[in-house]
């Protein structure tokens, strides 16, 4: 279920005015690649699967949004 939400990301993150380059396009599917396998962010994989999180949301979120409740919560003290 997770590779239909990455194929479904991936149509539109091309088709996305955003993603104009080839680099950054190839960014954004690291991006997204890495945060859904990362093992601290299981909630992500979880709602990517229920269906719960878009392909559109993937190909649109920055990083904080993908990012695991545990990265948020550092960055937050890291800005206090």
């Given at each position: 279920?997770?590779?239909?939400?990455?194929?479904?990301?991936?149509?539109?993150?091309?088709?996305?005015?955003?993603?104009?380059?080839?680099?950054?396009?190839?960014?954004?599917?690291?991006?997204?690649?890495?945060?859904?396998?990362?093992?601290?962010?299981?909630?992500?994989?979880?709602?990517?699967?229920?269906?719960?999180?878009?392909?559109?949301?993937?190909?649109?979120?920055?990083?904080?949004?993908?990012?695991?409740?545990q990265?948020?919560?550092?960055?937050?003290?890291?800005?206090?």
């Open positions: 279920e997770i590779s239909l939400g990455l194929v479904g990301s991936e149509m539109c993150i091309r088709d996305s005015k955003t993603y104009k380059d080839e680099r950054s396009y190839k960014d954004k599917v690291r991006s997204i690649l890495f945060n859904l396998k990362d093992k601290k962010n299981p909630f992500l994989r979880l709602r990517v699967m229920e269906g719960l999180i878009t392909p559109e949301f993937l190909a649109t979120a920055d990083t904080k949004e993908l990012a695991s409740d990265k948020k919560m550092e960055r937050e003290e890291a800005q206090k």
